[in-house]
């Protein structure tokens, strides 16, 4: 068995954040030893795992504890877990879509400025007189307008 502070250290996760959870109802089987702190078997350091995982995917902590009960009550509810990871799996990736657009944008805006800076052409929609500005061309040895 391991203590709050055991299981932090071993999943680097702070000791608050695991306190936290379990006051939250998140760690369904997580016992209390003679002295009331909580005792973490090896199997509750998977649930820890398991619910920092969709945290960090944004899954709300009331889902997170839904699907623990959901666990608890035994096979009759798989198909009710496997629908909750299923419309986890479409947020997360049309989270992914939308985030692969900015970088998209970023990474354009990237280049943009790489060029600019190399002394090649702007591009017309960012620098619309479609000019290296003066400060840039003297910085580059480029001729001065």
Known sequence: MYTVKEVSELLDISVHTIRYYDKERLFPYVTRGNHG????????????????????????????????????????????????MVRQKEKIERELTAMQKRLAMVEYKVRFYQDLLAGRTPDPSCNPMNVIPEKIRREKGLPVE
């Open 37 to 84: 702190e909580r005792l973490f078997s090896e199997e509750d350091l998977l649930w820890v795992q398991l619910v920092q995982g969709l945290r960090q995917t944004n899954m709300p902590l009331a889902e997170i504890r839904h699907y623990g009960d959901l666990c608890k009550a035994g096979d009759s509810t798989i198909l009710e877990r496997y629908q909750m």
